[in-house]
């Protein structure tokens, strides 16, 4: 595992890396750092996976490109009636209401701004909203 000096320095001195990655020596790095993963092919099969596993919960969706993008929050309002969206505050609601909200819910959802193959995961939080929901009181955290 690289140490924290190692891992900041490459955060603010990002480096230009052509090396293939290699997903599978990735998944055994987490693996190992005690993370259950799943891997897809596609975002649509992952969305699937999300929609199959997630249903009838409370859930909370970190601000997340990615996420957005899958278009995650439509899928998930098929099966479940109560979603917390940062990206879809309720009218009127403050920034920090939203945020607030997302804490406690049965699920979270986010992603990571770095995954290293040495089975670490990065995330710069902007207001700290994305990071202290991750830890928050969830029955289940997801990252992408």
Do not use: C
Request: aromatic share 6%; no cysteine.
């Amino acid at each position: 595992m690289a140490n924290i000096d190692t891992t900041i320095n490459a955060v603010i001195n990002p480096q230009i890396n052509d090396a293939p990655i290699d997903i599978e020596k990735t998944i055994k790095a987490l693996e190992r750092n005690n993370f259950v993963v799943h891997y897809f092919e596609t975002g649509a099969d992952a969305v699937a996976y999300l929609q199959s596993r997630i249903q009838h919960k409370r859930v909370a969706i970190g601000d997340s490109r990615t996420l957005l993008e899958l278009k995650v929050h439509d899928a998930l309002s098929q099966v479940n009636d109560d979603i917390t969206d940062i990206q879809r505050p309720l009218p009127g609601e403050s920034f920090r209401d939203t945020a607030l909200r997302t804490m406690g819910r049965d699920v979270f959802l986010t992603s990571v701004n770095a995954l290293a193959q040495t089975g670490e995961m990065v995330n710069i939080d902007g207001t700290g909203n994305r990071v202290a929901a991750l830890y928050s009181d969830h029955k289940r955290s997801f990252s992408y």
